[in-house]
């Protein structure tokens, strides 16, 4: 789309695109890497929901075995690259539905354990349906310190646009609540077909009610490759949503820490992609380095064969211009509403106010951006475009990137303009 492309070339001062190329190289250099964060992708669900753009497959519990083995194995691959245990800030567990694997999930985090020491807390996502009293005890058992339930919405007609039943969801997340889990984040959809501003708001109080600490909102987005019988609401009324979430949140006293999250006032966060560098494990699961950006095969069947092979399953690599690890940094930046000069240097290597001082000097006078503490925070009004800025991004470049590889394990290059 133009406006892509527009924002690409000014950042990254090239009319070159992200050039995305299949990958056959067997190493990750991480070693120097600080503030590193690990992910692991289950894809496994017991049914899958159209709205979910994510991979995933119906689980088959012999195929689930076999991941497992395929999962540690990758893990061992990765790890005895490195000459000392590894300090990483935190882990994830995402999906599909990673309590599908609940027995085997102290298992891959003992495996990690080997290669990195572990400094923060353990998130994993969890479906309604996962809430019982021995997966609970289960997670907790394994380290499980923080847990995402996605809910999507407790309004009936609205889950049924979405593919869901949703019975019981208010009794299972009070359940969640007294686990005593250190964060419960719950996972709402805005602007479903039917929906107001009031049941939006209706969702969000009742989940912090039920013992949520955090609330992540989403906008529905109807991906080209989606099954739905339903189309998201118009971008108006998206915004006009979003509008009344903050003011309302803001006046209950919620902090917003992104975005589309909001938080109860000194409460740690669920945030697995605001890391500044990560490692994925696991089909699908992506590897953001220093000057690299690496996607693993969304191919279960692809994954195993390529760890069986001794292999690492990468299918695309980006490899960074200065500029563009930049763009990339200042995107999920702006997603947290803070972006910090210090870190910038850092990662990219360049002072901020080097590389893009000219910009931050007009953002502040036309009141989008504001320095606190050093720190340049996005303004209400910063944000809502940032909303607009990244649906249009979601469109053109993660929809293009993710309805390929679903259909080639392992393409020989995606360009994205």
């Not at 960074?320 to 290597?349: C, D, H, K, N």
Request: one cysteine or more; glycine letters at 6%.
């Amino acid at each position: 789309m133009l406006l892509t492309a527009i924002m690409r070339m000014w950042l990254t001062r090239s009319l070159e695109p992200f050039r995305f190329k299949g990958d056959y190289e067997n190493r990750l250099s991480f070693e120097d890497v600080d503030d590193l964060g690990l992910y692991v992708h289950i894809p496994f669900c017991r049914s899958l929901c159209s709205f979910c753009p994510y991979c995933k497959v119906v689980y088959e519990p012999e195929t689930a075995a076999i991941y497992r083995m395929a999962l540690l194995s990758e893990i061992d691959l990765v790890g005895r690259q490195l000459r000392q245990r590894k300090r990483a800030g935190s882990l994830y567990f995402g999906g599909g539905t990673p309590a599908l694997m609940a027995d085997d999930l102290e298992d891959i985090i003992d495996r990690l354990k080997q290669y990195f020491i572990i400094t923060g807390g353990i998130g994993v996502e969890l479906h309604p349906a996962d809430i019982t009293e021995e997966n609970l005890d289960e997670l907790k058992a394994a380290g499980v310190t923080m847990v995402s339930l996605g809910i999507q919405s407790f309004n009936r007609d609205c889950l049924s646009k979405l593919g869901r039943v949703g019975e019981g969801y208010a009794r299972k997340l009070r359940t969640l609540g007294k686990a005593g889990f250190d964060v419960v984040d719950v996972d709402l959809i805005f602007a479903i077909p039917g929906q107001t501003e009031e049941m939006l708001i209706d969702d969000v109080d009742t989940a912090f009610s039920l013992g949520a600490t955090q609330v992540s909102t989403y906008p529905f987005i109807d991906f080209t490759f989606a099954d739905n019988d339903y189309r998201p609401l118009p971008a108006k009324e998206k915004k006009r949503m979003l509008q009344a979430l903050v003011v309302h949140c803001r006046r209950k006293g919620k902090d917003r820490t992104s975005v589309w999250t909001f938080a109860e006032p000194q409460t740690q966060r669920y945030s697995s992609v605001t890391r500044d560098n990560f490692l994925g494990f696991g089909v699908s699961a992506a590897t953001l380095l220093r000057s690299v950006f690496k996607i693993n095969t969304f191919s279960v069947e692809g994954y195993i064969e390529r760890i069986d092979s001794r292999e690492l399953p990468t299918s695309l690599t980006l490899d960074f211009t200065e500029r563009q690890r930049a763009a990339y940094f200042l995107f999920w930046s702006a997603y947290s509403m803070a972006v910090l000069p210090q870190r910038f240097e850092a990662v990219v290597g360049v002072p901020l106010s080097e590389m893009f001082g000219f910009e931050f000097w007009v953002l502040e006078r036309l009141g989008m951006v504001y320095k606190e503490n050093g720190c340049y925070r996005l303004t209400d009004y910063a944000a809502c475009l940032y909303h607009n800025i990244e649906q249009i991004y979601t469109t053109a470049y993660i929809d293009k990137m993710w309805n390929i590889s679903r259909n080639i394990a392992f393409p020989e290059e995606i360009v994205l303009r």
